[in-house]
């Protein structure tokens, strides 16, 4: 079955340290996405991508890099700039054309800084 | 620019109850609306969205919504909740053509089903 695998399902990282998160699609979706989720909000976007090797922010991109070499995959570096990465990340993507407003996630990756 | 208002946090309900979740929204171009759902630790799903054709939506689940643009509402009604309905619900909105990853989400709204 196709869909998004985000790996590792947990993380614990040092403060000072930068980890990446991992998200694979197999949807052949061209567009993709990252965003945080903290306890009792929505969902803020940190980067997407609508192409390969091309890539924006989003509203909260400050402390995270992200790079697009393959279709397939989007992965999210925390940097040891941000300041408060303890948080739930969802990666997510779409398809092109009429399905494109609907939004395909991942099962999410839990950061908690040590 | 757009924003979503999901009137309380928190609603719990009997089994077997209606289930209604509220989502107010402003926009100023025609939007599309979504409500999602995420069980813990996992991604969210799409329950069902609004692209401007019937302005009640039936989606998974036995949800459905409407979409009532002089309220700028889109609450989410079940008519009889089951156990398996616990969850966090999100209603997101986006402009329409526009990138749907760049949709606005709701805080949420949790849902709680006693039996």
């Known amino acids: 079955d196709g869909g998004i695998t985000q790996s590792p399902k947990y993380l614990f990282r040092k403060e000072g340290q930068n980890v990446t998160l991992s998200c694979e699609q197999n949807?052949?979706?061209?567009?993709m996405y990252w965003y945080r989720q903290d306890p009792g909000q929505g969902l803020r976007l940190i980067y997407y991508?609508?192409?390969?090797?091309?890539?924006q922010k989003g509203d909260i991109a400050e402390g995270y890099s992200v790079s697009r070499e393959k279709k397939e995959s989007f992965p999210l570096t925390v940097t040891s700039a941000q300041k408060n990465p303890t948080a739930f990340y969802l990666c997510?993507?779409?398809?092109?054309?009429?399905?494109?407003?609907?939004?395909?996630f991942g099962a999410g990756s839990r950061l908690t800084v040590l | 620019a757009q924003s979503v208002t999901q009137l309380g946090s928190h609603v719990s309900v009997s089994e077997g109850a209606l289930v209604l979740l509220r989502c107010n929204y402003s926009?100023?171009?025609?939007?599309?609306l979504f409500w999602y759902v995420q069980y813990p630790n996992q991604g969210l799903q799409l329950l069902l969205k609004?692209?401007?054709?019937?302005?009640l939506v039936k989606g998974i689940n036995g949800f459905e919504a409407e979409f009532k643009k002089s309220e700028t509402s889109f609450h989410l009604t079940k008519p009889s909740a089951h156990m398996s309905d616990a969850a966090e619900y999100f209603c997101?909105?986006?402009?329409?053509?526009?990138?749907?990853?760049?949709?606005?989400f709701g805080d949420g709204t949790t849902l709680t089903v006693k039996p």
């Open positions: 997510a993507s779409t398809p092109t054309g009429s399905g494109a407003n609907v939004l395909t």
């Open positions: 949807l052949n979706h061209d567009a």
């Open positions: 991508s609508q192409i390969v090797n091309d890539f």
């Open positions: 926009s100023s171009v025609p939007p599309y």
């Open positions: 609004y692209t401007s054709a019937a302005t």
């Open positions: 997101a909105v986006s402009d329409q053509g526009t990138n749907a990853g760049k949709s606005t």
